[in-house]
Nanobody, 131 residues
Framework: QVQLVESGGGLVQAGASLRLSCAAS??????????TGWFRQAPGKEREFVAA????????YYADSVKGRFTISRDNAKNTVYLQMNSLKPEDTAVYYC??????????????????????WGQGTQVTVSS
């Protein structure tokens, strides 16, 4: 099994920055490479894609709503993926989830955008941006 634990959420004012972390652990994780994505869900709305990164870190992809403000990165030595969020807006308020998907050598540079493409999910971390 793989465990994903998010951290770094909080309450900030519009224009501020936050960095979310997603730490992975577990026996399965140590034997498998994983592509990772960030999703978010606001009250009364469906879960939406935010950003994704390939296992080797060569490829990233962002939702249009966060492009230019958010940056996804990873440190495989620390088993951690980050989401740096700058210039936060009230509409960024949501619970943020990280998700992982096992990949093989041929998919080490692949990114995945749909929630159904991921196998593992964290419990989420709340981000609240006040105006």
């Amino acid at each position: 099994q793989v465990q994903l634990v998010e951290s770094g959420g909080g309450l900030v004012q519009a224009g501020a920055s936050l960095r979310l972390s997603c730490a992975a652990s577990g026996r399965t994780f140590s034997r498998n490479a994983m592509a990772t994505g960030w999703f978010r869900q606001a009250p009364g709305k469906e879960r939406e894609f935010v950003a994704a990164i390939s296992w080797n870190g060569d490829r990233t992809y962002y939702a249009d709503s966060v492009k230019g403000r958010f940056t996804i990165s990873r440190d495989n030595a620390k088993n951690t993926v980050y989401l740096q969020m700058n210039s936060l807006k009230p509409e960024d308020t949501a619970v943020y989830y990280c998700a992982g998907r096992r990949v093989g050598p041929l998919n080490s540079a692949s990114v995945y955008l749909g929630p159904t493409e991921y196998e593992y999910w964290g419990q989420g971390t709340q981000v609240t941006v006040s105006s």
